[in-house]
């Protein structure tokens, strides 16, 4: 006979009624993919970040890798302000490597002004309708 009072028997209504509503399933806001090119200077972005910032500050944020020019992620629907990011080698000077005391590695540089990232004017709406594309030709004299 099952006593309502006994530690074990609340214990399993806890567990219960916590695990309702787990299992498979969608969760969270929906996504809709996106994907597009990057260029800077008319190359394209070999290796970078690619950053969806929504208007609302409460929301978060979408991100994916640039890699050889393009980029592909989901990001939820809205207008977005746009950052891009990405570094590359700085040729003929080296820097100590942290990671292995002693040891010297290439030194690296952030090279997308400002105004495409920390301080972008870029943005996009995402639409709830299919997939998008997304392109971005930067030029550093803009």
Same mark, same amino acid.
């Given at each position: 006979?099952?006593?309502?009072?006994?530690? !074990?028997?609340? !214990? &399993? @209504?806890?567990?219960?009624? %916590? +695990?309702?509503?787990? $299992?498979? #399933?969608?969760?969270?806001?929906?996504?809709?993919? /996106?994907? $597009?090119?990057?260029?800077?200077? $008319?190359?394209?972005?070999?290796?970078? *970040? /690619? !950053?969806?910032?929504?208007? *609302?500050?409460? &929301?978060? %944020?979408?991100?994916? +890798?640039?890699?050889? #020019?393009?980029?592909?992620?989901?990001?939820?629907?809205?207008a977005k302000r746009?950052?891009?990011? &990405?570094?590359?080698? /700085?040729?003929?000077?080296?820097?100590?490597?942290?990671?292995n005391p002693g040891?010297?590695?290439? &030194?690296?540089?952030?090279? /997308?002004?400002?105004?495409?990232?920390?301080? =972008?004017?870029l943005t996009v *709406? @995402?639409? %709830?309708?299919? +997939?998008?594309?997304?392109?971005?030709? !930067?030029? =550093?004299? *803009?």
């Amino acid at each position: 006979m099952f006593n309502p009072r006994n530690p !074990l028997f609340l !214990l &399993a @209504v806890v567990v219960a009624t %916590t +695990s309702l509503g787990c $299992g498979s #399933g969608d969760h969270g806001p929906k996504r809709f993919p /996106i994907s $597009g090119e990057v260029t800077f200077d $008319g190359e394209p972005i070999e290796m970078g *970040d /690619i !950053l969806f910032v929504p208007e *609302d500050a409460d &929301a978060a %944020t979408d991100a994916g +890798s640039i890699r050889g #020019g393009t980029y592909h992620l989901e990001a939820t629907a809205g207008a977005k302000r746009v950052e891009i990011r &990405a570094i590359r080698e /700085i040729p003929g000077k080296l820097v100590e490597d942290g990671a292995n005391p002693g040891k010297k590695r290439a &030194a690296e540089e952030e090279f /997308i002004p400002a105004q495409f990232n920390s301080e =972008s004017r870029l943005t996009v *709406d @995402v639409a %709830t309708n299919g +997939s998008q594309t997304f392109d971005f030709n !930067l030029e =550093s004299h *803009d």
